[in-house]
């Protein structure tokens, strides 16, 4: 044997002899309880209250339902063009039936081809936008208000009270 491999031999036999002692010498811990299983979403980030005053103040600019009305809409199949303004990543884990996904982020770029343009373009359909919290939906409802699109809506709900809730869920095909 070299005397590189012995001397690596012989530093590993003493610290995994060192390592075993502390091991067989120190007094076990109590085992501990086993991690709870998660039962809802994380909760939502914090942001500066400068975001929930935005958040707020749209939202008083704006016309919103919260999930009772909305769920009555949507049982009466009178939401209009339903759209699911998350990433397209909280889209593909589940959706209320019938919605489109248009995100937030690009909503002004893709809501056209949803609304008849360049054909017919339809500055008055009948829109209803929700997200997972109510509060890009707000903005972006907004946002198509300042566009010139006149009937809009924005559900002030959590998606993970109406998937709680027990109502429709789809996946994407």
């Not at 509060?135 to 809009?152: I, S």
């Amino acid at each position: 044997m070299s005397y590189r491999k012995s001397l690596l031999f012989t530093a590993l036999v003493l610290v995994g002899g060192a390592a075993l002692t502390a091991c067989t010498t120190a007094p076990m811990a109590p085992a501990a309880a086993p991690a709870p299983v998660a039962q809802a979403a994380a909760p939502a980030p914090s942001y500066p209250a400068t975001i929930n005053q935005l958040v707020a103040r749209t939202k008083s600019q704006i016309k919103t339902v919260k999930m009772p009305e909305f769920k009555a809409a949507f049982d009466r199949k009178d939401t209009g063009l339903l759209i699911d303004v998350r990433n397209e990543n909280e889209f593909e884990d589940g959706f209320v039936p019938g919605a489109v996904n248009v995100p937030r982020g690009l909503i002004e770029f893709r809501i056209w081809k949803q609304v008849g343009f360049p054909n017919a373009t339809d500055m008055n359909k009948k829109m209803t936008l929700y997200c997972a919290t109510g509060g890009r939906c707000a903005l972006a409802t907004k946002t198509l208000m300042e566009l010139g699109f006149t009937n809009v809506t924005s559900v002030d709900m959590l998606f993970a009270d109406w998937v709680k809730a027990g109502y429709p869920v789809e996946m994407p095909k």
